[in-house]
């Protein structure tokens, strides 16, 4: 019987939330302007939350070590990533006309670079 690891749990909602913050940090206009307040806490915000990938990674590895895979799963699991990714940017296509172009198209059908 296999039990379950309740503190991993845990840690990967933390690094779940790591990471988005990292996103938000990165995409979003928080302290831009170098030498106030707004600037070093978002930094030093950053900074905490690097690591956040990498110890997602560390668990997800450790939980699937003992697991056995196929590779009709691994094609599977890639189909399925290449068919959300190819329709999610064919439907942000329609509303966004400048985003459609087919550099951009070719990026999401051949997600492995």
Not at 29 to 58: D, H, R
Not at 90 to 104: H, K, P, Q, V, Y
Request: glycine content about 6%; proline content about 1%; overall charge positive.
């Amino acid at each position: 019987m296999n039990k379950r690891l309740y503190q991993l749990d845990l840690l990967k909602v933390v690094a779940t939330f790591m990471v988005l913050t990292l996103h938000i940090l990165m995409h979003g206009a928080l302290g831009k302007e170098m030498n106030t307040s707004q600037f070093f806490q978002s930094w030093g915000l950053e900074f905490f939350c690097l690591p956040a990938v990498n110890i997602y990674a560390l668990i997800t590895g450790y939980l699937c070590y003992q697991k056995s895979t196929s590779i009709k799963k691994i094609f599977g699991f890639y189909f399925k990533t290449v068919f959300y990714s190819v329709s999610t940017f064919l439907i942000f296509g329609l509303f966004i006309s400048d985003a459609f172009t087919l550099n951009r198209f070719l990026d999401s059908a051949f997600i492995i670079s």
